[in-house]
């Protein structure tokens, strides 16, 4: 018997004791029993005062005074230790025919009484036992019967157990990461047909690690997984093997792997890994906390499977540069899939997914907004669709048009439209700052093409903003295109300086991503001669401590090399953008002066109105 047992008897034979002794000293009432001839001697002198006559017994209340000589001293004395007054009694019910002639001949107010045992047994045992049982059940749920906050339950795993029925989700849902997809579906080839790959001596990988940014979609990878897989899935992110208590993230981690045996085939999927399998030894306060001890048994008993075991291990994250190298080596996560960003072609048919549920016009062309959309993730996608159709919907059309779609593509991109009530002069200062960069991208080679020049407000601080969309998916860029970004960055700030001889604040965001951009060519990119071809961001690896940067691995002279490259760099875009606005100053002008009358120009009349300032 363990101790949770034993206690509990324990438990029943205390309450057991307390209500007998409730009983007999509490609860009782103060009865005396007298016998049937001292009961019939009191009746004649007049001393009972009311009489209940039931089927086995007779009860009542006799007067204390005057009782002197009709029954013995020594019980006297007893009747009278507890009282004067009236006090109750009860004697044994005999076959006496005369007992209700002498009762109305001595004037005793008698009533007859049926008896019923299981009422009375009901109110003083019963019930107190159902009360002392529901205090047991709660305090056993709290140690450990099931509830959330068990202390007995902490070493057991959080994980959800989907089979296909419960996600809903499949690999037709998924599009736009056709390889990501190809890979998992191999994974789930390998649990339904195992024989198919180990005939030639091949061994089915025991874990895959899904890598991308947030929003890619590797969350739903791992729900088409388990809809199309019809194995068990257990389903928990990384944080919930931590606890307070220590040991308990280690025995959660022994417990799922545990379940997922029993269910062989079977897959194990962990969200959010980086919050469970941060590299060791990271932590200069010491190295032997809960965590990691969690950590190690994951690595113990990921490398323990042995390949007939049918289990799988699918994690995700989007920080693989801070996991600890024992997870990545092969035997445990012998794949990493990478999750990227969605081609033209792969936005457009994510849009095409989404858009399935969405009234849709027929003017609406999903590929020109997917155009629209570079660098967008699958969750901005389908953010995009739903804003577009609340949008359509506040404003009670039968269908999502394209208006629609493009408010929506703004709001992702600039946030949304703020009443901010602007002087004139601040008017004109904005108008000239985004007429500023539309002119500078519109001259410039290698820049992106201007497709909306807008000066109304958006999001916490955007006053305005010029949007611009590649022509073409790009995965490489030149030194002089990168240059030529730091002008356009600069030519809002450079708009003011030329019209208006001072400067504002709207450039703070302007020129942070400038210095982010420079940053880059010199440190990471070794586009500056001087510094050479030397990188110098730390190797991608994170600070000892959270909020710490990494330790810089580089002198006090080549951290001043590196700011001065930054700053010439910088240098030289300002005069380059500077010269290039002022030589076309009456197209910034005349911009200007269309913003501040029509508030938003598209790419068409943008072109048509700088169709003078041709790029060099």
């Known amino acids: 018997m363990d101790k949770k047992h034993i206690a509990s008897a324990w438990y029943f034979v205390g309450v057991f004791l307390l209500l007998m002794a409730l009983q007999n000293y509490v609860f009782a009432p103060r009865v005396d029993t007298l016998s049937y001839a001292e009961f019939k001697t009191l009746v004649e002198k007049g001393k009972v005062s009311d009489v209940a006559i039931g089927g086995q ?120 990461i056709d390889e990501a997809k190809a890979e998992l579906v191999e994974v789930v080839e390998f649990l339904k047909t195992p024989e198919r790959f180990q005939r030639l001596g091949g061994k089915i990988p025991k874990g895959v690690l899904l890598v991308g940014v947030p929003g890619t979609g590797k969350t739903l990878l791992a729900k088409a997984v388990a809809g199309e897989a019809k194995v068990p899935f257990f389903s928990l992110s990384g944080s919930d093997f931590v606890e307070m208590f220590v040991g308990v993230g280690a025995a959660r981690v022994r417990d799922l792997f545990a379940q997922a045996v029993q269910h062989a085939p079977s897959i194990i999927f962990i969200d959010e890994l980086d919050a469970l399998g941060k590299a060791r030894g990271m932590n200069p306060l010491g190295g032997h906390d809960e965590r990691e001890q969690t950590l190690n048994q994951l690595l113990v008993e990921m490398d323990g499977f042995e390949t007939n075991k049918g289990v799988i291990i699918m994690a995700a994250t989007n920080r693989p540069e801070i996991l600890d190298p024992a997870l990545l080596r092969p035997g445990r996560f012998d794949r990493q899939v990478l999750v990227d960003r969605p081609d033209l072609k792969g936005r457009e048919a994510i849009l095409r997914v989404h858009a399935k549920g969405v009234t849709v016009s027929p003017e609406v062309d999903l590929a020109a907004i997917a155009a629209k959309t570079f660098g967008f993730v699958g969750a901005d996608l389908a953010n995009i669709v739903n804003e577009a159709a609340l949008l359509a919907a506040r404003q009670g059309k039968e269908a999502v048009e394209r208006a629609d779609f493009d408010e929506a593509i703004d709001r992702v991109v600039a946030g949304l439209k703020k009443t901010r009530v602007m002087s004139a002069k601040e008017r004109e200062i904005v108008a000239t700052h985004e007429a500023g960069h539309a002119v500078a991208a519109e001259c410039l080679p290698g820049t992106d093409p201007v497709v909306k020049v807008s000066i109304v407000s958006r999001g916490i601080a955007a006053l305005g903003y010029t949007q611009q969309l590649p022509t073409e998916d790009r995965y490489l860029m030149t030194r002089s295109e990168l240059f030529n970004r730091l002008c356009v960055l600069l030519g809002g700030r450079t708009a003011e300086e030329i019209i208006f001889g001072d400067v504002s604040t709207g450039a703070q965001n302007d020129l942070q991503r400038a210095t982010d951009l420079v940053r880059h060519m010199v440190g990471q990119y070794g586009m500056s001669d001087k510094v050479g071809l030397m990188t110098f961001d730390g190797g991608g690896r994170p600070g000892l401590l959270p909020g710490l940067s990494p330790p810089r691995e580089h002198s006090e002279e080549t951290a001043r090399l590196l700011d001065a490259e930054a700053g010439r760099i910088l240098g030289e875009a300002h005069v380059k953008v500077s010269a290039l606005l002022t030589d076309r100053r009456s197209f910034l002008e005349q911009l200007a002066r269309r913003l501040l009358e029509k508030e938003v120009v598209e790419g068409d009349e943008l072109h048509a109105l700088l169709a003078g300032a041709t790029r060099p």
Not at 75 to 89: A, M, W, Y
């Open 57 to 176: 017994l007779i009860t009542g209340r006799l007067k204390l005074d005057g009782v002197e000589g009709l029954l013995p001293k020594t019980r006297i004395e007893e009747l009278i230790k507890s009282g004067t007054g009236d006090h109750q009694f009860m004697t044994v019910k005999v076959d006496d025919p005369t007992l209700v002639h002498d009762l109305q001949q001595a004037n005793v107010n008698f009533r007859g009484e049926v008896t019923s045992t299981w009422i009375p047994m009901l109110l003083s045992w019963v019930l107190p036992m159902g009360f002392f049982f529901l205090i047991w059940r709660f305090a056993l749920k709290k140690m450990g019967g099931g509830g959330l906050g068990g202390l007995m339950t902490l070493g057991k795993s959080k994980a959800k157990v989907y089979v296909q029925k419960d996600t809903g989700v499949t690999f037709g849902d998924v599009a736009g």
